[in-house]
């Protein structure tokens, strides 16, 4: 079965400095690999995906993800942090194949980002 | 983008009592709908997938008899809460996917419904 890890419950970051929210994945074959924001009392809103070619994915916000095969990584990185950027942010997966959960969206259990001043 | 949009966004409603939650994708049709339940600060839960005009596919341990799911066309999907109890109190979001294919897989989420029974 597929899954996804995100170590870290929260992460803290000074405005201007560069943030890394850790996301890590267990699946068979290729996946597709998703990074997705929530702000409060709001459902998620898309960020990035990596289907394949370039490792480096950049997406919305100036956010940009780095998959890394070897070690079934897909980390979601920004340069500089914005207090604005403060939110909780999902990692998710789609396993390869059409059977077995392949069209579904497997979460990560989410990573609580304050950014402050 | 594509945006998907949940009425009610908040709703209270007293136990044993039923609430329908609506689900539009307003400019695109989606081939797929998704339900999710999301505790406070949990991750989502996946509790079905709906296709439009066939029945839902519910996840193992969510009563398919409790939250009834009706997909009646590609841009509107319901889930109802049938005789709803405080511990259904939670943050439902829906999501519609487009494209049929992984390659061109693009999921879009709604704001939530917030629903307490009290």
């Known amino acids: 079965a597929q899954s996804v890890a995100q170590p870290e419950d929260q992460v803290n970051v000074a405005e201007g400095n560069p943030l890394t929210v850790k996301c890590t994945y267990s699946?068979?074959?290729?996946?597709?690999l998703f990074w997705y924001v929530q702000y409060p009392n709001r459902g998620l809103q898309f960020l990035l995906k990596?289907?394949?070619?370039?490792?480096l994915v950049k997406g919305s916000y100036g956010f940009e993800a780095e998959f890394n095969k070897s070690q079934t990584s897909f980390h979601l990185k920004k340069p500089s942090a914005l207090v604005s950027d403060s939110a909780l942010y999902f990692c998710?997966?789609?396993?390869?194949?059409?059977?077995?959960?392949?069209?579904?969206?497997?979460f990560g259990t989410g990573t609580q980002l304050k950014v402050e001043l | 983008g594509a945006v998907v949009s949940q009425h009610p966004s908040r709703v209270i409603c007293k136990s044993g009592t039923s609430v329908k939650i609506e689900c539009r994708s307003l400019?695109?049709?989606?081939?797929?709908m998704f339900w999710y339940r999301q505790f406070p600060k949990q991750s989502l839960m996946l509790m079905a997938t709906?296709?439009?005009?066939?029945?839902?596919?519910?996840e193992q341990g969510v009563e398919k008899d409790k939250f009834l799911i009706n997909h009646a066309s590609l841009t509107l999907s319901t889930l109802t809460v049938t005789s709803a109890h405080p511990e259904d109190s939670s943050f439902y979001i829906c999501?519609?996917?487009?494209?049929?294919?992984?390659?061109?897989?693009?999921?879009?989420f709604g704001p939530g419904t917030r629903l307490t029974v009290t």
């Open positions: 999501s519609a996917r487009v494209g049929n294919s992984r390659a061109s897989y693009e999921q879009y």
């Open positions: 699946v068979s074959g290729n996946p597709y």
């Open positions: 990596y289907i394949t070619g370039d490792n």
């Open positions: 998710a997966v789609l396993p390869a194949g059409v059977t077995g959960g392949g069209n579904k969206l497997t």
């Open positions: 400019d695109f049709q989606a081939t797929t």
């Open positions: 709906s296709n439009e005009g066939s029945k839902a596919t519910y």
